[in-house]
């Protein structure tokens, strides 16, 4: 059965970008207020709880931020191959058969979760291609993403399939049984609305100023990241997750820049220069106050961005805890012992091709300003940017660095990207990767196939706003004569 999943709203694309551009919390639903920290002082056990909560509030505000804020557009009835819940789409078995289940997100802006409860999944194929058999309980998927699943249901009951948004504001489902005609099970509740962390603000990128692919050299647009620059900071102590990107040059990371700290909204952080890193310095740290820095603790920072933090919103606050986001690893909000599909599990049935080193690492840094709506690579909205030329033959990395607090599933035309992952030759062969708040991976592409192609990010409003470019497959001969 083909599973398409998607996502409906009655406003029309126009209306809901002006209402982004009005206000970047329009759809945000689960916005934190006065009443709800009200509620929040009520619950807390004694007043260092009370305070905490207070200074986290300040700070989130001073940052114009909101950490519930998990999807930019809400609103949408969930489908499944056109049917809402109440209208329960029916894929027929026999008890005990297999049953192939291929899931497609061709939803706008929505990732779900997806679960049957009472059956496990074995994933047998991820974006169109075989991948070695992997059993797991739920996954996430990205819109553009496809996974093929088996199930197998053994006696004739009816199952519930429910792919649930990663904001919890809705499900999509539908049913799997022996005959027509059933009517849908009722929903199960929420699971807890998600929310982001410092952790989520950017963590240890590795080096910037990489090779960006493009015919010429090219800078920030102004407002892609903010201004503020926090001068040679040190963080030798920062961490990468164990079984994290590939690749990274994590062993010398010092004279972090975290240029661009004002208080943008939760797109704004810049890009981190890490070239070796003990002894921070906060001295060029422009319109922050020294005392706004009491009680910062930097020891042994496991990679925090500062970037888009406001003046005076990092007081009191201790990095020393934070640990950087696994890139790979989909917190669901499965219960203890669940296994989640993440990228990590993906093994190539047949690889395409052999492992060898890249030619040269590109750097993709994911950008924008939520605060005005509008999204870019490196700095640049698609009408502003150059193209990113590859050179036919190469395996070129991209290393993808989410400086926002937004998931951005990127999405290649023409090639496959093999996310470095860690199963050597056997790396899946991908057509979109999900790039998480905050985290870096890297991505190797075989430049097979000449000539231009669209490489954008596939959340609807992200690539209508600037989050695209041209990626362009030439000689090299045809690279030289363009310089």
């Not at 053994?154 to 499900?171: I, K, N, P």
């Not at 998931?407 to 093999?418: C, N, V, Y």
Request: with cysteine; aromatic share 6%.
């Amino acid at each position: 059965y083909i599973i398409q999943l998607s996502d409906w709203t009655d406003e029309t694309p126009s209306h809901v970008i002006a209402n982004l551009k009005r206000d970047p919390g329009y759809y945000n639903y689960n916005k934190r207020t006065l009443a709800s920290l009200v509620g929040e002082l009520r619950r807390a056990p004694d007043g260092a709880a009370r305070s905490a909560i207070v200074s986290d509030r300040v700070m989130w505000g001073d940052m114009r931020m909101d950490p519930t804020d998990i999807e930019d557009v809400g609103g949408y009835t969930y489908l499944v191959n056109g049917h809402t819940p109440a209208q329960n789409f029916t894929a027929l078995f026999r008890p005990g058969e297999t049953v192939r289940l291929r899931f497609i997100n061709s939803g706008a802006m929505t990732h779900f979760d997806v679960r049957v409860p009472g059956l496990e999944m074995t994933v047998v194929q991820a974006h169109g291609n075989n991948v070695r058999p992997v059993t797991v309980d739920e996954f996430r998927i990205a819109p553009a993403e496809t996974f093929d699943v088996l199930v197998r249901p053994r006696d004739g009951r009816q199952y519930q399939v429910l792919a649930e948004s990663m904001g919890r504001q809705g499900f999509a489902q539908f049913s799997l049984a022996t005959r027509e005609g059933l009517p849908a099970l009722p929903l199960p509740p929420h699971r807890p609305r998600p929310v982001l962390t410092m952790a989520d603000m950017g963590m240890n990128y590795g080096p910037s100023g990489l090779d960006r692919g493009t015919p010429m050299p090219e800078v920030d647009a102004p407002g892609h990241v903010a201004p503020m620059d926090m001068g040679g900071m040190d963080h030798s102590a920062m961490q990468m997750p164990a079984g994290g990107s590939q690749g990274m040059q994590g062993q010398s990371m010092g004279g972090m820049n975290h240029g661009n700290m004002a208080g943008m909204g939760h797109s704004s952080m810049s890009g981190m220069n890490q070239p070796a890193m003990p002894g921070m310095d906060h001295s060029s740290m422009r319109g922050m106050a020294p005392s706004s820095m009491a009680g910062m603790n930097h020891g042994n920072m496991p990679g925090m961005n500062h970037g888009s933090t406001g003046a005076g919103a990092m007081g009191g606050m201790d990095h020393g805890a934070m640990a950087m986001p696994d890139p790979l690893v989909n917190d669901v909000g499965a219960p203890p012992g669940a296994r989640v599909l993440s990228y990590r599990n993906l093994r190539a049935a047949k690889p395409l091709y052999p492992v060898r080193e890249p030619t040269r690492i590109i750097e993709i840094r994911l950008t924008g300003n939520m605060e005005r709506y509008f999204w870019s690579i490196n700095g640049n909205s698609f009408s502003q940017a150059q193209p990113i030329q590859l050179h036919l033959g190469e395996r070129a990395r991209f290393r993808f660095v989410n400086e926002t607090m937004m998931s951005h599933p990127m999405h290649l035309h023409g090639m496959w990207m093999i996310p470095q992952v860690g199963n050597g030759a056997e790396n899946p062969l991908l057509h979109t990767v999900n790039i998480k708040p905050g985290s870096t991976l890297d991505v190797d592409i075989e430049a097979d196939a000449p000539g231009g192609w669209a490489f954008h990010c596939h959340m609807l409003y992200h690539m209508e706003t600037g989050m695209m470019r041209k990626v362009s497959v030439v000689s090299a001969r045809q690279a030289a004569s363009a310089r």
